[in-house]
Structures are given as structure tokens and as C-alpha cells.
């Protein structure tokens, strides 16, 4: 999956007018997988050369050039606080949309978009400041867990740095 436009696909869906169908993309960072709703998401592209910001948060590797817009790309690993590794092959930048701009995550690996009932996602567990600040639910899934994560929380904070680097 190198690709993906999230804007041709609808994020919630009604079946049988009782249940409520959320899409996720999928990806995962270190061993823990995540998920974002996919109308979030403009694509899924392969890892380029970035170009460094002075001055910029230390988790925002730098800015692409993505169809003739400038966008911040936030390393997700620095972001929660992981160790790095070296990119690979399955490396990934996912593009999404947050409010007043489009930045860009990198992200270890995109599994699937996955089709999930709504019912199935529940509050994440308080487990300290991360989950204050990123989490916004787990989805319980057959054989695993899934971490929501809330785009515009982790934006939150001292990030509107980015945000003022990312208009300047």
C-alpha cells in the first residue's frame, strides 16, 4: 500500500441502520500498532529527502514538497519518546489533514485500512501523559489492540511552534 487517497472512501457508515462502520489506516510504530480515521488521511506516501527547519521541535524531521505544498514531517518515534531506528523499505509518511494545515507522519510500517464497528472502540485506560495527550481510544480486535490516535492532541501544546514555522 504506497498510496492512498482518503477522500474517495467514507469514514463512518450506517448498516442496517443500526450499526455505525468507522475506517481506520492502520500502521505501526516500534511493536505497538495505531490507527487513524482514514478521512484524516490525503496519502500514504514513501519515505523522501526531507529538508530541516531550523528552530523546530525535535521530533519534526523536516518539510516535503508535496504537490506544490510545503508540509511538516513529524517523526512519530521522537514524538512518543521511543528509540530511533533506521529507516527501511517499509517506512512510510502518512499526509493528513489537521485544522488549518497538512503535515506528514513517519510512521515504521501501514498495515490495512480496517472497516471496524464502533462499538468495538472503548476508552483507553488512564495510563499517564500519553494517553492524555494522543490517545483517544483502543479498538478491541480479535487476536489484538489498536490505539486510536487523536491527530489534533498531538498537535496540542507546544507544537503551535510547528504550526507558526509550518505559515511562515
Given at each position: 500500500?504506497d498510496e492512498h487517497n482518503g477522500q474517495s472512501e467514507i469514514a463512518t457508515?450506517?448498516?442496517?441502520?443500526?450499526?455505525?462502520?468507522?475506517?481506520?489506516?492502520?500502521?505501526?510504530?516500534?511493536?505497538?500498532?495505531?490507527?487513524?480515521?482514514?478521512?484524516?488521511?490525503?496519502?500514504?506516501?514513501?519515505?523522501?529527502?526531507?529538508?530541516?527547519?531550523?528552530?523546530?521541535?525535535?521530533?519534526?524531521?523536516?518539510?516535503?514538497?508535496?504537490?506544490?505544498?510545503?508540509?511538516?514531517?513529524?517523526?512519530?518515534?521522537?514524538?512518543?519518546?521511543?528509540?530511533?531506528?533506521?529507516?527501511?523499505?517499509?517506512?512510510?509518511?502518512?499526509?493528513?489533514?489537521?485544522?488549518?494545515?497538512?503535515?506528514?507522519?513517519?510512521?515504521?510500517s501501514v498495515s490495512e485500512v480496517l472497516r471496524i464497528s464502533a462499538d468495538?472502540?472503548?476508552?483507553?485506560?488512564?495510563?499517564?501523559?500519553?494517553?492524555?495527550?494522543?490517545?483517544?481510544?483502543?479498538?478491541?480486535?480479535?487476536?489484538?489492540?489498536?490505539?486510536?490516535?487523536?491527530?489534533?492532541?498531538?498537535?496540542?501544546?507546544?507544537?503551535?511552534?510547528?504550526?507558526?514555522?509550518?505559515?511562515?
Amino acid at each position: 500500500m504506497d498510496e492512498h487517497n482518503g477522500q474517495s472512501e467514507i469514514a463512518t457508515q450506517s448498516h442496517s441502520g443500526a450499526e455505525h462502520l468507522l475506517q481506520i489506516v492502520s500502521f505501526k510504530v516500534g511493536t505497538e500498532e495505531f490507527g487513524l480515521d482514514i478521512l484524516r488521511v490525503q496519502a500514504i506516501i514513501r519515505l523522501q529527502d526531507l529538508t530541516r527547519v531550523p528552530n523546530s521541535p525535535d521530533f519534526v524531521d523536516g518539510v516535503i514538497n508535496l504537490r506544490g505544498k510545503v508540509i511538516p514531517i513529524i517523526a512519530l518515534r521522537k514524538r512518543f519518546g521511543l528509540e530511533g531506528q533506521a529507516h527501511d523499505k517499509e517506512t512510510r509518511i502518512v499526509v493528513l489533514e489537521v485544522p488549518n494545515m497538512v503535515l506528514g507522519f513517519i510512521v515504521d510500517s501501514v498495515s490495512e485500512v480496517l472497516r471496524i464497528s464502533a462499538d468495538t472502540v472503548v476508552p483507553s485506560p488512564r495510563l499517564g501523559k500519553i494517553e492524555k495527550e494522543f490517545v483517544s481510544g483502543v479498538v478491541k480486535l480479535e487476536d489484538r489492540l489498536l490505539i486510536l490516535l487523536d491527530v489534533d492532541r498531538i498537535m496540542g501544546g507546544p507544537e503551535t511552534q510547528l504550526r507558526s514555522a509550518a505559515k511562515a
